[in-house]
């Protein structure tokens, strides 16, 4: 029986690609570990996305050229805070290291996905209606939950104010909109095991 159910996977064409994703606190990552414990893969974009910058040599030399060598610190490393702080008040610069990056990113991706065996993959991304990867996916998969319950979850996660965590949400695209263009749902405003039973549910009715 073990045999025919690998031979059967082996035959899927490819594997259909569902976009996860949720705003700051939402617990797209906790549902990303779900998945996991389920036996999906994910792929976890945000993760590596900071990761490319640092391996890629060619990403490094492009990086500096746009934004000069302090890009990266003594020891050949990102330096976030000083990129994050050069390009903040400079949308061109923004957009031009978005476009040497985001492309990296989308190689790096297919080529994990070129590994996967899964009938079904996750691709954790926090833009994903924002850049409109979503259009790349079967489907979407948003974990939502209410503002007041986010901000007190990163508040407990990262020690961070009430304020910052506002700040960051008000950047980010508003919940109902995003509500709008998932195809599936989490309501994350309980507790983990439910959370967790939630995944479960909508993972495996995925047709
Ligand atoms: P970010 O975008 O900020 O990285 P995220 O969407 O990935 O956030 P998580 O890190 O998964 O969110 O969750 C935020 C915090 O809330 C974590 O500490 C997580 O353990 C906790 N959390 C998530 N869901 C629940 C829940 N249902 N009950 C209790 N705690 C939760």
């Given at each position: 029986?073990?045999?025919l159910?690998?031979e059967?996977?082996?035959?899927?064409?490819e594997?259909?690609i569902i976009?996860?994703?949720?705003?700051?606190g939402?617990g797209k990552t906790t549902?990303?570990?779900?998945?996991?414990e389920?036996?999906?893969?994910?792929?976890?974009?945000?993760?590596?996305?900071?990761?490319?910058v640092?391996?890629?040599?060619d990403?490094?030399v492009?990086?500096?050229?746009l934004?000069g060598?302090?890009?990266?610190?003594?020891?050949g490393?990102y330096?976030?805070?000083?990129?994050?702080?050069?390009v903040?008040?400079?949308?061109?610069?923004?957009?031009?290291?978005?476009?040497?990056?985001h492309?990296a990113?989308?190689?790096?991706?297919?080529?994990w996905?070129?590994?996967?065996?899964?009938?079904?993959?996750?691709?954790?991304?926090?833009?994903?209606?924002?850049?409109?990867?979503?259009?790349?996916?079967?489907k979407?998969?948003?974990?939502?939950a209410?503002?007041?319950?986010?901000?007190?979850?990163v508040?407990?996660?990262d020690g961070?104010t009430y304020r910052?965590?506002?700040?960051?949400m008000?950047?980010?695209?508003?919940?109902?909109?995003?509500?709008?263009?998932?195809?599936?749902?989490i309501?994350?405003?309980?507790?983990?095991?439910?959370?967790?039973?939630?995944?479960?549910?909508?993972?495996?009715?995925?047709?």
């Amino acid at each position: 029986m073990e045999e025919l159910h690998s031979e059967t996977q082996k035959a899927e064409p490819e594997p259909k690609i569902i976009g996860l994703t949720g705003g700051i606190g939402s617990g797209k990552t906790t549902v990303a570990r779900f998945i996991e414990e389920f036996g999906f893969p994910v792929y976890y974009s945000d993760d590596r996305a900071k990761a490319i910058v640092n391996e890629s040599e060619d990403l490094k030399v492009r990086i500096k050229a746009l934004l000069g060598d302090k890009a990266y610190d003594e020891n050949g490393l990102y330096d976030r805070k000083f990129v994050a702080e050069k390009v903040f008040s400079n949308k061109e610069q923004l957009h031009e290291l978005n476009e040497i990056i985001h492309p990296a990113v989308r190689i790096d991706f297919e080529e994990w996905l070129n590994k996967q065996t899964k009938y079904l993959v996750f691709k954790e991304t926090a833009l994903l209606f924002e850049l409109k990867l979503n259009r790349q996916c079967y489907k979407s998969l948003l974990v939502t939950a209410e503002d007041n319950i986010r901000a007190k979850r990163v508040m407990d996660r990262d020690g961070k104010t009430y304020r910052e965590v506002e700040a960051v949400m008000e950047k980010q695209m508003p919940e109902k909109d995003k509500i709008k263009l998932a195809d599936c749902i989490i309501h994350n405003n309980t507790n983990l095991e439910d959370l967790k039973e939630q995944t479960e549910q909508i993972i495996f009715s995925i047709e």
